[in-house]
């Protein structure tokens, strides 16, 4: 059996659960290591440090030429898209477009009595590098991810908007990824992947200028250099392996329970596959159906790898202890298969994305529904956010005084700056006065 009901009460239930709180990982020394070298290469050699990474591991004949995509190949790509994907790429962009847009924040100004102004002006950065991995040698393009990176940094009015992805073996783009990027009007796309690829993004090189956000997904070779460079640009966040937690009440379907774990466990060895169950019968039967429907996927072994390595199929002794569970591991997405969801959702406090009742699969989150798919992981739903149209701007404070009001604080700064020891602060606003 590929899952096997546990109680959260048993000792083994207990082990299972203090591991699952404390998931968070950074790479590994040797992956650090080699993230640091590759920065460095691209520092001081720039494009030739580049090209000689994309050679080494993705397009073996790659030249400095094609680094840049060119509007003719991102012509081609389009023709080559099909009218039916190109009409399903629309209809996921609208629906985005349309959550992100009620995420603007506006700027404000107020007045006080003393004349004294104040306010904030939300400013999108100037530019964005927007990483898409390629995806099984570009065989499995995450369309997905130029549309969730790349709206909200529309939206925000980040007027330039760079995407990187690696080659393929010769050298090109899968035409499914150009076209997307040209639906949302990203036209600079470059062929780099990995950690170069995100180095080049922080640093700039001769042909790519550096930008001020770095956003998208990747292995943890692309997640230790947006940590590595963090601070000279934004990152989005360090992520790790996507995860799910099922909370399962005795109403849950149990296929349709299992299907979401497999969904989830066909990421990567890696993923993180979960459900905390307050009926011993229907998590017996949503083990049962696991073991059914695991032969049916393509990706099997890797859903099997999750699944016997980091799943857990966990029984709880009510709703209230499934809840607090699941508020403890605050999960990537946490899907609610129970009676009444939106009763039991002012008990949710962290969760990267709520999913709410049977006939709402995690998938129609990645793709369709319109939130940002790029979300916490590794219990970091604690503290932060899904990506959104606010990752791309920042927030500048305006302050005006007039005579009248300085005259008013001046004694107060004065005596305040000289508590800290710094006369020249509390001199700068007497000498005023």
Known sequence: MALTPVSTASKAGQARLAALYDR??????????????????????????????????????????????SEAEIDEACRQVDRELLGHLRRAEKRIRQFHE??????????????????RLVIPVDSAGLYVPGGQGGST????????????????????????TPPNAEGKVNPALLAAAREIG???????????????LAYGTESIAPVDVIVGPGNQYVTEAKRQVSGRVRIDMIAGPS??????????????????????????????????????????????????????????????????????????????????????????????????????LPKVRHAGAIFL?????????????????????????????????????KKSSLISYSKQALLADQKAIDRLARLEGLTGHARSATLRT
């Open 141 to 164: 393009p995450l369309v997905s991810s130029v549309l969730m990176n790349g709206i909200p940094a529309g939206i925000a009015g980040v007027k330039r908007r760079v995407m990187l």
């Open 357 to 393: 009742g049977k006939y709402t699969p995690e998938s129609v989150g990645d793709y369709l529904a319109g939130p940002n798919h790029v979300l916490p992981t590794m219990g970091t739903a604690r503290f932060s956010s899904a990506l959104g149209v606010e990752t791309f701007v």
């Open 102 to 119: 009620r995420e603007r924040e506006q700027s404000w100004i107020e007045t006080r009595e003393d004349g004294v102004i104040t306010g």
């Open 186 to 200: 990203i036209t600079e796309i470059y062929k780099a992947g990995s950690a170069w690829a995100i180095a080049a």
């Open 24 to 69: 968070f990982q950074l790479a590994d020394d040797k992956c650090r290591g080699q993230v640091n070298e590759i920065i460095q290469q691209i520092r001081d050699q720039g494009d030739a440090a580049l090209v000689e990474y994309t050679r080494r591991f993705d397009s073996p004949a790659f030249e400095l030429g094609q680094l840049r995509v």
């Open 243 to 344: 995860e799910v937690l099922v909370v399962a009440d005795h109403t849950a379907e149990p296929a349709y329970v299992a299907a979401d774990l497999l969904a989830q466990a066909e990421h990567d060895p890696q993923a993180l596959a979960l459900c905390i169950c307050t009926d011993q019968a229907m998590a017996g039967q949503i083990a049962a159906a696991v073991a059914e429907q695991l032969p049916q996927l393509e990706r099997r072994e890797i859903a099997a790898r999750s699944l016997a390595e980091r799943g857990a199929l966990l029984v709880a002794a009510d709703l209230d202890e499934a809840m607090e569970l699941a508020n403890r591991l605050a999960p990537e997405h946490l899907e609610l298969m129970i009676a009444d969801p939106f009763a039991w």
